[in-house]
């Protein structure tokens, strides 16, 4: 441990479970020496979350779904009263039908798709809006995106045009937090089997085609992406901000 993340104070939503990549940042943020909130979506996974926070020590577990302000205004006020500084936030949170992930595109409903952009694209700018009042001395926002935001991926769908708007997002957020030398970054990690990417039809050959053709022969793994958001909460990144940073055994580069 080299306590990169000593005295930060961290706040990390998206855990489900223990294959969530905001499981594996966590784990590499406590590693750091970082204090840790977590938050968990809905009755359904308080137990779950509560039992996570408790083994990776989390100060405290709190519920936050994103599509109720009543929740992000709950979470603002815990931070408020509380009066410690944040310092890094790590917004982890997709949503899309599974039916809007194996049908043509064209087919995507209005309300799935206005479902999938409010979970994965609107909700980054809700908790930025609510967790900047408490990062008073800056920090680092940082969120995860993927590939299909820019090149067309068989059953991705809604899913890439919420991405895409998730990126635009970050460079928007970036030019307006900077003032508050807040930084806005998204780390664009390859596929890695979670229970959000089994909702998208055929996931297991994006992984056989990436492990073939990925300049490193294989596919990312959980923990280097972990390390990348290590970086970003880290004084080590202070200077980065706006980008989407890849983390895919470089992927992204090939033309096929
Ligand atoms: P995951 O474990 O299923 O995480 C997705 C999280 O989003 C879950 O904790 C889920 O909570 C949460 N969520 C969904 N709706 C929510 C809401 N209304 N309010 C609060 N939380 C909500 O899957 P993951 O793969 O780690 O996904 C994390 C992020 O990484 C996503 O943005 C995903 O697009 C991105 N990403 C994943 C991959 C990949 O291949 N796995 C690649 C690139 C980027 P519930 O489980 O309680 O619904």
């Known amino acids: 441990m080299s306590n990169l993340l000593q005295n930060k104070n961290a706040l990390i939503l998206g855990l489900a479970n223990r294959w969530s990549l905001a499981y594996y940042i966590a784990r590499a943020f406590q590693r750091e020496g ?3 909130t977590l938050t968990y979506q809905g009755e ?16 405290r577990v709190v519920a936050c779904d994103v599509t109720q302000q009543q929740e992000l205004d709950q979470l603002a006020e815990i ?5 410690e500084k944040l310092d890094t936030v790590v917004h982890s949170i997709a949503f899309a039908n599974r039916e809007d992930l194996a ?4 087919q995507t409903s209005r309300d799935g798709f206005l479902l999938a952009h409010e979970v994965s694209t609107y909700s980054l700018l809700a908790v930025a809006r609510t967790v900047a009042p408490a ?10 995106t993927y590939l299909g935001s820019t090149r067309v991926l068989t059953n991705y769908n809604v899913m890439g045009v919420a991405k895409a708007g998730l990126e635009a997002s970050v460079r928007y957020l970036a030019s307006e937090l900077g003032a508050c030398n807040i930084r806005v ?7 890695v089997k979670t229970a959000s990417a089994r909702g998208i039809k055929d996931f297991s050959k994006i992984l056989d085609h990436v492990s073939e053709v990925a300049p490193l022969k294989r596919n990312c793994d959980p923990a ?11 004084d080590l990144g202070r200077g980065v901000t706006g980008n989407i940073l890849f983390v895919d055994a470089g992927y992204h580069i090939m033309a096929y």
């Open 34 to 36: 970082a204090n840790l």
């Open 44 to 59: 359904r996974q308080r137990q779950t979350v509560e039992e996570l926070g408790q083994e990776l020590g989390a100060q």
């Open 79 to 83: 931070l408020r009263a509380e009066g």
């Open 103 to 106: 049908r043509p595109f064209s």
């Open 135 to 144: 990062m008073t001395e800056g920090g680092s926002i940082m969120t995860l």
């Open 185 to 191: 970054n998204a780390i664009s990690a390859g596929p």
């Open 224 to 234: 280097e992406v972990a390390d990348t958001a290590v970086f970003l909460a880290s």
